[in-house]
């Protein structure tokens, strides 16, 4: 037991603590609230993108959805926007290449000041007149950016999932 002369005295230390610890400002490093209108943003550039630009082999579409300085770290290996537009190049030479639909499962997302991160699983499945041919998952993040033209993705990164 403490003495009756020590109990006072901490616990105006422990008042004094919370009342100076409830005075200080916000981290501005720490996560802000996101508006439903930022999160269908963030979800829309990621689920476009896929459809657009990787599903819709449209390299036409990156300014739409990523900055000038866009990179995503692929399974190993580091793509940018240029890198991105020799595959989608490569995908349109392929004879029989079948469609791809995208599905996102969201498991976090979080704004700090400017930008947005979130992390998903993305599922692809891959159709060849109307027949299932492959089906494909990712582990995936991203971090969207707020720039003059609008909310732009500035990276991801992408580990494959082994399909059951």
Not at 58 to 71: G, L, Q, V
Not at 114 to 135: G, K, W
Request: charged share 25%; net charge negative.
């Amino acid at each position: 037991m403490l003495n009756s002369y020590l109990q006072p005295t901490i616990m105006r230390v422990i008042i004094l603590l919370l009342l100076l610890s409830s005075c200080q400002s916000p981290n501005p490093e720490s996560a802000q609230e996101l508006s439903r209108e930022e999160e269908e943003i963030a979800k829309g550039l990621i689920q476009g993108s896929f459809d657009e630009i990787w599903g819709g082999v449209d390299s036409s579409a990156i300014p739409r959805y990523h900055t000038d300085d866009f990179i995503i770290l692929e399974h190993g290996e580091v793509w940018d926007n240029d890198t991105i537009r020799a595959y989608i190049r490569s995908q349109l030479q392929r004879e029989g290449r079948p469609e791809r639909k995208n599905r996102m499962e969201y498991i976090a997302m979080e704004k700090y000041g400017n930008s947005i991160q979130m992390a998903y699983h993305n599922y692809a499945e891959f159709v060849r007149a109307d027949t299932l041919v492959a089906r494909r998952q990712w582990l995936e993040s991203a971090v969207a950016v707020k720039t003059e033209e609008g909310w732009r993705l500035k990276m991801m990164h992408s580990t494959r999932v082994p399909v059951e």
